[in-house]
């Protein structure tokens, strides 16, 4: 502003806004680099050794899940589901219990809705 020169205060404002992104380049170069920082040696050797074993947890795992979705198949009373749904401790159980109860709702509806002519 102490400059009268229009072309002047052109170049400090571009010199400005050049400063400003140069310094958020920084900014996140620096968290990036912070997010990505590879781990130490101990704890990926810790994930080769017990790699096989979670990999196996997580097959029975999907496995149990996949026996359970045929189970959710022969109910038809969304009550029942419910239940299921209440007494279910993880995650992934309760998440197709859930799936379960709204196809059952929209076949419900379906159901109810009166047939095009």
């Not at 052109?10 to 997010?35: G, H, M, P, V, Y």
């Not at 007494?87 to 709204?102: G, L, N, T």
Request: hydrophobic share 30%.
């Amino acid at each position: 502003e102490a400059t009268l020169d229009l072309a002047e205060r052109r170049r400090i404002r571009s010199a400005i806004r050049e400063l400003q992104r140069q310094e958020l380049e920084r900014d996140e170069e620096a968290l990036a680099s912070k997010r990505f920082r590879p781990e130490r040696g101990s704890h990926r050797q810790e994930d080769k050794e017990n790699w096989p074993r979670s990999r196996r947890l997580e097959e029975e795992q999907q496995a149990a899940l996949t026996a359970l979705s045929r189970q959710l198949e022969a109910i038809t009373d969304v009550e029942e589901l419910t239940k299921l749904l209440r007494a279910a401790d993880e995650y992934e159980e309760r998440k197709v219990i859930r799936a379960a109860i709204r196809k059952l709702r929209a076949e419900e509806i379906e159901g109810e809705a009166p047939s095009p002519r």
